[in-house]
Structure formats: structure tokens, C-alpha cells
């Protein structure tokens, strides 16, 4: 029998290393001399990224799963909850455009697609706050569970606003303490294969050779193993996705600020800024393509937004990031696998980082090979279905950018039909005569459901035309209630639901 994988060597301590590490770790727990080891060679010299904030509600699984109390989570990581996107000004540079992408799926969504109906009605309101109660909530900054609720359960679908830097502490010692998961910390400086072309071992500055049977790549863009060793290339993007720069900045809180239950994404004119609020401060950034816009100009849009003066400005340290668009050719190759950085980058605008991480380190957890033989079929299937889900993303992204009827020319070229993936035009074509519904000959629903297309579709005013064999009677009747339902459902959680702020406040003083 063919010897078992009994050792995996993750390369990298961002929170790609430590999130994979405490989901393979919680599933596969050391059991005394037994059982699957995981360690985390983290370099101690070379920074994490550390700008990752927005989470989606897969969080909350991930976080339980790793048996993580939600409350010393939310203290230590100066988390907030999140409950979705505002979208702003995307559709026209004004200052009453938006829309919202909540968690919660419309009402009644598992039952009827109400959206038929919606677009029947005249005089309609805007689609995501006469479809979903969660955008009354957020618009009122008030949290998606009272302090009674138990751990991860609210009255609304979340996930958060974390501190990347306070979770790249708060993990690593939790998956150390609870999880068995070794901890190195030391500097990769090279690989040593076997004559299979696997990866044998890799050497660290002070700790010798450290062999493996799964070798995890979480070096962040530096791509160590699948990049640098293998030689893996990255399919760039940036034909489609066009922003390629990012600067950050972090802003104390003016007293007046909420906390705002939502990340707000503000669309400029050769970009967004992004707007995250954690318990503690802010994190506002602007991503922006180079090439319509010089970094002087971006950085004066962040301090417009702001509200500032060149000397609040001054104030801040301004970060500056190149984020170019682009996923690896393969992400699984031999046994050594990307996670994080290392496997591409997608512009944060649906903070969907994150979520991959989660998302791909489960997949790892869940299928994880027993012997070498098995890791072929494992990875040919994990290469597929994570090609999948890229392409997915993108696709979504992009019907962002595409809908828009600002005239910059960023904007401009973005509708250009050549930086279009074929799959969205078919779809736009589509969607001109049917809403976005189930479709099992169409797996792009498996990373955004359907209702995730119809919120930003509608909120960016698409039109489609009313199915011409007209509405089924039973739909009518269905989707008149729940239209009512959700300003009820509105209106009866509003007084039971505490601001962030004041949630957070107990949370953190208890
Ligand atoms: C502008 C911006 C905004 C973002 N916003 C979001 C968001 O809102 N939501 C979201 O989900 N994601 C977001 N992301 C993505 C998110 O930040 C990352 O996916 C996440 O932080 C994971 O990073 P990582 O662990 O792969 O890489 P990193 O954080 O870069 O970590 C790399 C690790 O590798 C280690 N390392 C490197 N070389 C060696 C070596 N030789 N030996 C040992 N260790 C080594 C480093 O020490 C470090 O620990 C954003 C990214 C950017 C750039």
C-alpha cells in the first residue's frame, strides 16, 4: 500500500497559512503519535499583506468550525458585522445612487422568484429594499443580532469587518493553543524535490530541512512553491478587471460616525473607494486603474471622500498596493497547492479573497487525500472546480462594471463588449428577456446565487422585458405579500435591533 499523507508544511502565516492551517488542523486533529500533522513556516521578516477586512458569512462557519468563541473574535480582531455592500454612484455620479447586495436572499426567494413581479409593478421602488428587510437595517446602522443572540446566529444573514493585522495575531495563537498546529517561525530558502518532481522538503534559514507530504503555498504574491518553484503562470486579467493599484489608509472615527453595517463602495471615476468600518476605526482605500489615473489624483479622491485637507490627509499614512487581476494556470500541481495570494488576485470588490481562502482550505480538509495516489484524482478535481469558481467571480465583478452609465472613459471602456467574458454577454443577452433564476445548466450559481445577479442587475436599473406569456396568478398573489412582508419585517426589527455601535460597546466591555 502506497505510503499515507500524514505531514502537510504550509509556507506562509497570512491568514491564507493560518486559516488553512485551523481548517485542516479542527478536521484532522493530532491525536497523540496519530494522525495528520500541520505546521506553519511563517517568515518573521516579510510582512503579511494585511489590508483583507470585508468577510462574507462564510466566516462565521469557518471561525465556529475552529471551535472560536464569537465574542473573543469580535474583541480581539476589532471586528464589526457585516451584512452586505452599498453600492454607490455606480450607476450615475450622483449623490442619491445606490443599491444594495445584501446577504439575506430576497423573501420568499425559495419559493417564488419574486423578481418577475417586481419588475411588473409601477412605480416601483428600488428592487433590493422592496425585496430584502437588510437594507432598512443597515441604512440604520443597527446590528444583525441582539446581545442575547448565541454565538453566530442572528436575526439576519452576517459575516464582518475584521482588523487584518489583530487576526493575523488572534488565529495563529488559536490554531497553536487548541488546534496542535506546529508553528516555525523561520524564513523558506529553498526546495527539495523528489524524483517524482514532488516536493520532498524545503530548507529554512534556521531550522534545517523541514520534509512534508503536502506542501501548502501561502507566500502571498510572492508564490514560492506553485510560482517560483514550479513555474505555474498567472492568466492576467486586467483586460477585464482594469483596476491594477490600490492605496489604504486607516481613519479614526470623527464622533459622529456610525458603524456602518455594510461595506460602502463609492465609484470614482477611474475606480471605487472602498469604506470598512470595524470597531475601532475605519479602512477606506482606493482601487483604481494606473492608466486612467495617476496616483496624485487617486490620492485626492480618498482625501475628498474623507472629507479632509491636505493636512488631515498628511495625518494618515497612505499605503500604496499593486493589485493587477489574474489567477493561476493551476493551483494544484504535484503535491504542493496554492492558497491565498500565492493561487491569484481579484480586485476586493465583493471581498471574495477571503471567502476563496475558506472555501478552497475546506475543500483540502474535507478531500483530504489519504495516500499519494489519491492527491492525482484529488487535485485534478480540485484544479477544475477551482478554475470554475475564478471564472465565476470575474464573470460577477464584471457585470458590475458594465451596467454603469457614467461617461469617464474608464468607464466608457469598460462596457466595450471585447473586455466582456463571452459568458456575461450571453448572459446580458439572456437576462433582456428572463430575470437570472435556477439554472442547473449553468454553474456559475454556485459561488452567487441568482439573487445575487438580480440585486445588482436591478440596481443598476437593467431592463429586462416582462415574459410576454405574462405572470402566473399564484406569483402575483405570492409576491404582493411578501413585498409587504418585508416593510413589516422591517419595521418590527428596527426597535428589537441594537446600533453596532452600541452591541460592540457591550460585547467589548464584558
Ligand atoms: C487592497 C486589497 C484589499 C483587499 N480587501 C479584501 C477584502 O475586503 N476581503 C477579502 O476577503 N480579501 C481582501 N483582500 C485580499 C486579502 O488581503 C488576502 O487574500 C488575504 O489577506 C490573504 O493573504 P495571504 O495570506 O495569501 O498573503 P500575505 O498576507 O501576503 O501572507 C504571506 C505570508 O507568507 C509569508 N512568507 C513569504 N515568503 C516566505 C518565506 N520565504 N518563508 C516563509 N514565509 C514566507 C509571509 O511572512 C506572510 O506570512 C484584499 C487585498 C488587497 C490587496
Redesign the pocket.
Known amino acids: 500500500m502506497a505510503p499515507p499523507i500524514r505531514k502537510i508544511v504550509i509556507?506562509?502565516?497570512?491568514?491564507?497559512?493560518w486559516i488553512t492551517a485551523g481548517l485542516i488542523a479542527a478536521k484532522h486533529r493530532p491525536d497523540g503519535h496519530d494522525g495528520l500533522k500541520v505546521c506553519v513556516?511563517?517568515?518573521p521578516d516579510?510582512?503579511?499583506?494585511?489590508?483583507?477586512?470585508?468577510?462574507w458569512p462564510t466566516m462565521r462557519m469557518t471561525l465556529k468550525k475552529m471551535g472560536i468563541h464569537e465574542a473573543d473574535f469580535l474583541k480581539n480582531c476589532n471586528a464589526s458585522f457585516k451584512q452586505g455592500s452599498k453600492f454607490c454612484r455606480w450607476q450615475r455620479d450622483e449623490l442619491q445612487d445606490f443599491y444594495y447586495h445584501p446577504f439575506d436572499l430576497p423573501q420568499g426567494y425559495n419559493e417564488a422568484n419574486v423578481a418577475e413581479y417586481w419588475l411588473s409593478t409601477p412605480d416601483k421602488m428600488p428592487f433590493s429594499k422592496t425585496v430584502c428587510a437588510q437594507e432598512h437595517i443597515c441604512e440604520h446602522h443597527l446590528a444583525p443580532k441582539q446581545i442575547t443572540s448565541p454565538d453566530y446566529a442572528g436575526f439576519m444573514n452576517y459575516g464582518y469587518h475584521l482588523d487584518?493585522g489583530a487576526f493575523s495575531v488572534f488565529l495563529p495563537d488559536h490554531c497553536i493553543a487548541n488546534l496542535g498546529v506546529e508553528h516555525i517561525p523561520?524564513?523558506?530558502?529553498a526546495v527539495q524535490s523528489a524524483g517524482n518532481g514532488d516536493i520532498a522538503a524545503v530548507e529554512t534559514k534556521n531550522n534545517g530541512v523541514i520534509a512534508g507530504d503536502l506542501f501548502i503555498d501561502?507566500?502571498?504574491?510572492?508564490a514560492?512553491l506553485l510560482g517560483e518553484h514550479y513555474r505555474v503562470g498567472l492568466k492576467p486579467m486586467t483586460d477585464t478587471l482594469f483596476p491594477d493599484t490600490?492605496i489604504?489608509v486607516q481613519m479614526p472615527y470623527r464622533d459622529s460616525d456610525p458603524i456602518q453595517s455594510s461595506?460602502v463602495a463609492t465609484a470614482q471615476a477611474a475606480g471605487w473607494i472602498?469604506d470598512?468600518s470595524l470597531s475601532s476605526r475605519r479602512g477606506v482605500?482606493h482601487?483604481y486603474s494606473s492608466k486612467y489615473m495617476d496616483e496624485e489624483k487617486a490620492v485626492d479622491c480618498v482625501r475628498s471622500y474623507l472629507g479632509l485637507d491636505d493636512k488631515g490627509l498628511a495625518s494618515l499614512s497612505v499605503r500604496k498596493?499593486s493589485?493587477g487581476s489574474g489567477y493561476r494556470e493551476t493551483f494544484w500541481k504535484n503535491n504542493s497547492v496554492a492558497?491565498?495570494?500565492?493561487a491569484g488576485?481579484l480586485e476586493?470588490l465583493e471581498?471574495?479573497?477571503?471567502?476563496l481562502?475558506e472555501t478552497t482550505a475546506n475543500m483540502i480538509a474535507d478531500n483530504m487525500p489519504t495516500t499519494r495516489d489519491a492527491m492525482k484524482i484529488v487535485s485534478k478535481r480540485f484544479n477544475e472546480r477551482v478554475h470554475g469558481m475564478w471564472k465565476h467571480i470575474i464573470h460577477f465583478l464584471k457585470l458590475h462594471y458594465c451596467l454603469s452609465e457614467r461617461k469617464e472613459q474608464f468607464w466608457l471602456d469598460n462596457r466595450s463588449p471585447e473586455s466582456m467574458p463571452e459568458t456575461l454577454k450571453e448572459d446580458l443577452a439572456l437576462w433582456k428577456d428572463q430575470t437570472p433564476w435556477y439554472d442547473e445548466l449553468n454553474s456559475r450559481n454556485e459561488v452567487f446565487p441568482p439573487a445575487s445577479y438580480q440585486y445588482v442587475l436591478y440596481g443598476m436599473e437593467y431592463k429586462t422585458v416582462l415574459n410576454p406569456r405574462g405572470l402566473p396568478n399564484h406569483l402575483r398573489t405570492l409576491a404582493a405579500a411578501t413585498f409587504d412582508s418585508v416593510s413589516s419585517k422591517a419595521e418590527r426589527l428596527e426597535p428589537l435591533l441594537p446600533t453596532n455601535r452600541s452591541l460592540l460597546k457591550a460585547i467589548n466591555s464584558n
Open positions: 509556507v506562509g502565516g497570512g491568514a491564507a497559512g513556516i511563517e517568515a516579510i510582512p503579511i499583506i494585511g489590508v483583507g477586512e470585508g468577510t487584518a523561520d524564513t523558506m530558502i501561502c507566500t502571498g504574491f510572492r514560492l490600490a489604504a461595506t472602498w470598512v482605500g482601487v498596493l493589485i492558497i491565498g495570494l500565492s488576485f476586493p471581498a471574495s479573497a477571503l471567502m481562502i
